[in-house]
């Protein structure tokens, strides 16, 4: 005689299931990105990626083009400068229209030579992986999370270069520092924690959590 398994116990199972496994990710995420994480990650050196200004000369006829401007760093890394400007209309900026959206960019890194691909969500052990391959990696960030930064009236969304990490570290060349302390923004040291909540909490602005934009090919030998 076999005992009856009352109806709906096993929808019940199957989605405590789920849960269970959800909460097992996340947990596995939050551990990663905590300073003291016993979850090893690997440690790059800072990359020699040429830094560009959204607000240099080559990057004068649009207020809004970070994104521009990472991809200019990223093509110059490997050995093509192009103006922001141009990049920037490659990626169909218009005047007034304050972003640009990743496949924008992927876009007009492709018409220059390099194919980049869109990864979410991603944690930071993916970006040290592609640094220590000598791959810069472009990621979308809450600005207001950031403590050092020269613009304290922008708080939204932004797009940086990934140049290095560490452990407790993550390496950023920010595209919005200009005049004197223009160089400010090279090599920008960032805590993991802070740097995460960045990254996580693009959400507030619209867009989604933790994207990055890795280079997959290159006109270049690799």
């Known amino acids: 005689m076999t005992n009856a398994v009352p109806e709906g116990t096993e929808l019940v199972l199957a989605k405590a299931m789920r849960e269970l496994a959800a909460n097992m990710i996340s947990f596995a995420t939050l551990l990663e990105s905590s300073p003291l994480s016993p979850v090893p990650v690997p440690v790059s050196s800072v990359l020699a990626v040429p830094y560009r200004s959204q607000w240099d000369a080559d990057g004068s006829d649009y207020a809004s083009d970070c994104g521009p401007a990472c991809v200019a760093m990223v093509l110059e890394h490997y050995g093509v400068r192009v103006d922001i400007n141009q990049l920037a209309r490659d990626a169909g900026m218009v005047t007034g229209r304050p972003y640009t959206l990743p496949a924008d960019l992927i876009r007009a890194a492709d018409l220059h030579g390099v194919t980049l691909i869109r990864r979410l969500p991603c944690v930071i052990s993916d970006l040290a992986i592609e640094l220590d391959a000598g791959r810069p990696a472009i990621v979308l960030i809450h600005y207001g999370s950031l403590n050092n930064r020269q613009d304290r009236n922008y708080t939204k969304g932004h797009w940086v270069v990934v140049v290095g990490v560490d452990r407790d570290t993550v390496?950023?060349?920010?595209?919005?520092?200009?005049?004197?302390?223009?160089?400010n923004g090279r090599a920008l040291a960032v805590s993991r924690v802070e740097f995460y909540e960045a990254w996580e909490k693009c959400k507030l602005d619209g867009n989604s959590a933790r994207q990055c934009l890795m280079v997959v090919r290159t006109g270049t030998a690799q």
């Not at 390496?171 to 160089?183: A, C, K, S």
């Open 171 to 183: 390496y950023i060349h920010d595209p919005n520092w200009r005049g004197n302390v223009r160089d």
